[in-house]
T-cell receptor, first 114, second 113 residues
């Protein structure tokens, strides 16, 4: 069953601008992860934030997590054309579901124009 | 480089004709997963192997089977593909069951004619 819902479904920005994508989920989680998928390719793990963390940084990526609102955001700063891809959040359930079952949202399609 | 490899990258099959997709890994991970991803949708877990233990998701159709002859290889068999089975099939691995990070292959896009 689907857990995460990304917002917006599609985002188009100019190179150099920041891109913000949001993810909401329904049940308790152990951690939340963001993945990137280039068109027609597999998923690449970007960053993981645990349920007891509020913010995490990795290069140009900044992830926040608000467990009270069951939401997360991914910020890509100073975007580049090469950032064009789909971005998925995935939750790792704290309980229930299948062990090791990452539950993915539908994704946000980001287009960065040169 | 250690990685997850999927072959073929593109597979065309006929309606009802059995097809097998292949995944191999050089990471020596204990767990291998198969996901189905339809266009503009979230990847959906079909099943996973923890070592030789097979775990099927409750809503995975019987049409889908899997084999893991050894640590490195895992196969997805679709016994009688229907038009609705056209999708991207993603293989992933993790070090142990419940591990936080999964490593994905590039996927096999299946087309059913």
């Amino acid at each position: 069953s689907q857990q995460g819902e990304e917002d917006p479904q599609a985002l188009s920005i100019q190179e150099g601008e920041n891109a913000t994508m949001n993810c909401s989920y329904k049940t308790s989680i152990n951690n939340l992860q963001w993945y990137r998928q280039n068109s027609g390719r597999g998923l690449v793990h970007l960053i993981l934030i645990r349920s007891n963390e509020r913010e995490k940084h990795s290069g140009r990526l900044r992830v926040t997590l608000d467990t009270s609102k069951k939401s997360s955001s991914l910020l890509i700063t100073a975007s580049r054309a090469a950032d064009t891809a789909s971005y998925f959040c995935a939750t790792h359930p704290g309980y229930g579901g299948s062990q090791g079952n990452l539950i993915f949202g539908k994704g946000t399609k980001l287009s960065v124009k040169p | 480089d250690a990685m997850v490899i999927q072959n073929p990258r593109y597979q065309v099959t006929q309606f009802g004709k059995p097809v097998t997709l292949s995944c191999s890994q050089t990471l020596n991970h204990n767990v291998m997963y198969w996901y189905q991803q339809k266009s503009s949708q979230a990847p959906k877990l079909l099943f996973h192997y923890y070592d030789k233990d097979f775990n099927n998701e409750a809503d995975t159709p019987d049409n889908f089977q899997s084999r893991r002859p050894n640590t490195s290889f895992c196969f997805l068999d679709i016994r009688s593909p229907g038009l609705g089975d056209a999708a991207m099939y993603l293989c992933a691995t993790s070090t142990f069951l419940g591990a936080e990070t999964q490593y994905f292959g590039p996927g096999t896009r299946l087309l059913v004619l």
